[in-house]
């Protein structure tokens, strides 16, 4: 019963992002964006009732035992982690949207088809993914080392500019694609032949980025729960809440420039977790050690990169 509730609540959403929130094509302002964010957030952390309600009444059966308070910090722990993570993936839509010059008033639509694709594989990987750590415990080492490799890794290639044009030419091999932008279609037909627009070819680049983001978001959630119903639905809603964030955050991520260091301790944190988690160590760590780690990095990555900006525009002002 409880599934049908989340699925019946993301479709409810989903249509009143389309009918009412973004009926028609426009530019979405920053304050639209902000207020948007705001809406996601607050459902996002209205849920964790339902999930205290799902596991008290017994409507998820928890295959590990977990009861319903322990259930609402893991579910609100993988929320922070898919929402802190997300950050990155932000940077390379924003970097697909200049390397094909989508306007902005059209940015929504290819964000929206995105996200509905997103979701789709991000289950097929989270199932997958949890059968995987039931059936093999090695593979959790797998995954932190891999963690670990991915946190070194962005810091080392963190001043690399993204070339996301680039990596995707072998896609316009494949795919005719028209020079100009025809409203928002994703294609037209052209002397009785399907071309797609460069609108397309945007959403493939996003759909493949976000599957490669996956594979480092995803073994992070699973670090501190596998439990199926919290692992999907603080996914769902974090992804559901990256559009309007991103158009809230669009001409201020490169001056957030410390989260990058958030996003490093958090995987390192979760990495550890993982090569740890069959140890008396992490079993003896409550619940909210890790949502309490998490936030703190995240809200000190904040401040940090407030208080550069702050310096800068004094600076500036001296000048």
Same mark, same amino acid.
């Given at each position: ?146 963690? $670990? ?5 962005? $810091? ?85 809440? $990256? ?77």
């Amino acid at each position: 019963m409880a599934w049908i509730i989340l699925f019946a609540v993301f479709f409810i959403l989903i249509a009143f992002d389309m009918i009412v929130l973004h009926k028609k094509d426009e530019k979405v302002s920053h304050k639209k964006a902000a207020i948007e964010t705001a809406f996601w957030v607050s459902f996002a952390m209205l849920f964790s009732f339902a999930v205290f309600y799902f596991y008290k009444t017994g409507m998820v059966i928890s295959a590990h035992g977990i009861q319903p308070g322990e259930a609402v910090t893991k579910y609100l722990t993988g929320y922070l982690i898919e929402l802190s993570l997300s950050v990155d993936n932000l940077f390379v839509i924003a970097t697909i949207f200049a390397s094909q010059k989508v306007p902005m008033k059209y940015q929504h639509r290819v964000l929206f088809w995105g996200i509905i694709g997103a979701i789709v594989m991000r289950a097929l990987m989270i199932f997958f993914g949890i059968a995987l750590m039931e059936k093999f415990e090695w593979i959790t080492y797998v995954f932190g080392v891999f963690l $670990l490799y991915t946190a070194f890794s962005m $810091l080392k290639h963190e001043g690399d500019e993204h070339h996301e044009d680039e990596k995707f030419k072998f896609i316009k091999k494949y795919f005719k694609v028209t020079k100009n932008f025809h409203a928002e279609h994703f294609w037209i037909i052209e002397n009785g032949k399907r071309v797609f627009t460069p609108l397309f070819i945007a959403l493939i680049m996003i759909e493949f980025t976000d599957v490669i983001f996956a594979l480092d978001s995803i073994p992070a959630i699973l670090a501190v729960t596998t439990e199926r119903f919290i692992v999907f639905s603080s996914n769902i809603f974090a992804i559901l809440g $990256l559009r309007s964030m991103y158009f809230f955050l669009a001409n201020m991520l490169e001056k957030f420039h410390y989260l990058k260091y958030s996003i490093f301790a958090i995987l390192v944190f979760v990495s550890i977790k993982l090569l740890l988690l069959h140890t008396e160590f992490i079993k003896l760590l409550p619940s909210w050690f890790s949502l309490t780690f998490i936030g703190v990095a995240l809200l000190m990555g904040v401040l940090v990169s407030v208080n550069k900006i702050a310096t800068d525009a004094d600076d500036d002002l001296k000048d």
